[in-house]
């Protein structure tokens, strides 16, 4: 048994994104833990 990875998906809403939460949601190497949104786009 393999550990899984636990992530958190910090977002904005856009298809990339929508894409990022699908990937996350079927990997089976990784545990989606939370989503969170935020509004538009942020850059850091």
């Known amino acids: 048994m393999t ?3 636990h ?3 910090d977002t ?3 298809i ?3 894409a ?3 990937a ?3 990997a089976p190497q990784l545990d ?3 989503i969170t949104t935020v509004a538009g ?3 850091r």
């Open 41 to 43: 786009q942020c850059f």
């Open 3 to 5: 550990a899984s990875l």
């Open 16 to 18: 990339d994104d929508a």
């Open 20 to 22: 990022a939460i699908a």
């Open 32 to 34: 989606l833990q939370l």
């Open 7 to 9: 992530i958190i998906l």
């Open 24 to 26: 996350a949601l079927f």
């Open 12 to 14: 904005d809403p856009g």
